[in-house]
Nanobody
Framework: QVQLEESGGGLVQAGGSLRLSCAASERTFNRYMMAWFRQAPGKERKFVAAIRWITTSYEDSVKGRFTISRDNAKNTVSLQMNSLKPEDTAIYYC??????????????????WGQGTQVTVSS
């Protein structure tokens, strides 16, 4: 059982930055596909970004503003969020799967989830 724990959420003004981190308990972390999803109030959970080996993928609305990265030595994955907008307000979830062949954008393809961290962007 892989445990994921997010940190780094908070309140920021529009145009500001936040960095989210996700710590994983799995020793073979480097083999896992990792992703960030978010869920805004009253809306479905949506894909934000994923990293598979060294390949990264992003949802269109965050391209050029968000960067996903991983540190395999520390078993962590991060999401650097710049130029934040009020519409980025959501609970952000870290997700992991050992099967990197799956569609990275589908939440159903991830086996492990963190508890989520709130990001609020004020206008």
């Amino acid at each position: 059982q892989v445990q994921l724990e997010e940190s780094g959420g908070g309140l920021v003004q529009a145009g500001g930055s936040l960095r989210l981190s996700c710590a994983a308990s799995e020793r073979t972390f480097n083999r896992y596909m990792m992703a960030w999803f978010r869920q805004a109030p009253g809306k479905e959970r949506k894909f934000v970004a994923a990293i598979r080996w060294i390949t990264t993928s992003y949802e269109d609305s965050v391209k050029g503003r968000f960067t996903i990265s991983r540190d395999n030595a520390k078993n962590t994955v991060s999401l650097q969020m710049n130029s934040l907008k009020p519409e980025d307000t959501a609970i952000y979830y870290c997700a992991a799967t050992a099967d990197a062949s799956r569609d990275f954008s589908k939440g159903i393809n991830y086996d492990y989830w963190g508890q989520g961290t709130q990001v609020t962007v004020s206008s």
